[in-house]
């Protein structure tokens, strides 16, 4: 099983990133629906898709509009949209609005609670929980959950970094957590502002949750070289980490 990250940036596109999703094909499940959604179509293999959304900011829900060919390109039976209420109810009103978007989606809006376990996946095989984040306007992680594997994966971006021991226990032995990791470390003070993660901060994390890969995601497009955050930084306090890009895929 595999994760394909489709798109790796924060806040805009680049000429070498577009914004956040990323897609799990064995399982129809997609983490948020930035611009890169365009390039889900040739990869489903299930009947049924499941997006997840950490909230309605547009470079997380922006590849909604792109349903309709998507869709055209792959026939599905189902696709779900999770979220909070409001957040659903941001898009629905906002984003899909007629004047800006005219054409109504076939999909399933489904409100997500905090704390709550639901199902999804292949044969709503997989076990998902959610956690509030500190974000303008509020985030969720989420946690993914292969019983039967013993399994699971954390999703955790447009954040601050939560180090409270209830956010090092949620997050304790996942086999691999996707933070993000927006700005350098001296950049903290812009990413405190603006709600976001830097490299110290999510290498301690990863550390004292006991994690067993750590991937750093939501990257500053306005970074094009083969370092975007300063990786000796991270390695020097949790070890080795990966810094996601467009293309890449993770065994899962």
Not at 61 to 81: A, K, N, Q, S, W
Not at 133 to 138: D, M
Request: glycine fraction near 8%; proline fraction near 5%; charge should be negative.
């Amino acid at each position: 099983m595999k994760l394909h990250c489709l798109g790796t940036a924060g806040y805009h596109p680049s000429e070498h990133r577009q914004t956040a999703c990323y897609f799990i094909p064995d399982e129809g499940i997609v983490l948020d629906a930035g611009s890169a959604m365009f390039r889900l179509g040739q990869m489903i293999k299930t009947e049924t898709i499941d997006i997840l959304l950490s909230h309605a900011h547009l470079d997380h829900v922006m590849g909604l509009t792109f349903l309709h060919d998507i869709l055209t390109e792959r026939p599905v039976d189902v696709v779900r949209v999770w979220g909070e209420r409001e957040k659903l109810a941001a898009v629905r009103d906002h984003l899909l609005n007629e004047l800006i978007f005219p054409a109504p989606l076939p999909v399933q809006w489904m409100e997500i609670i905090p704390g709550r376990v639901f199902s999804a996946g292949l044969h709503g095989r997989l076990l998902i929980d959610t956690r509030v984040q500190e974000h303008p306007g509020g985030s969720i992680a989420y946690r993914l959950r292969w019983p039967a594997a013993e399994r699971k994966l954390v999703y955790a971006t447009d954040t601050t970094g939560d180090l409270s021991e209830e956010s090092i226990a949620w997050m304790e032995d996942a086999d691999l957590l996707m933070h993000e990791c927006s700005f350098r470390d001296s950049e903290e003070k812009w990413a405190i502002q603006t709600g976001h993660s830097w490299p110290s901060k999510v290498a301690t994390l990863a550390r004292e949750a006991d994690v067993r890969r750590l991937l750093l995601i939501h990257i500053n497009p306005k970074e094009q070289g083969p370092d975007p955050i300063g990786l000796d930084k991270v390695r020097s306090i949790y070890g080795d980490a990966m810094i996601a890009w467009d293309g890449m895929t993770v065994d899962l």
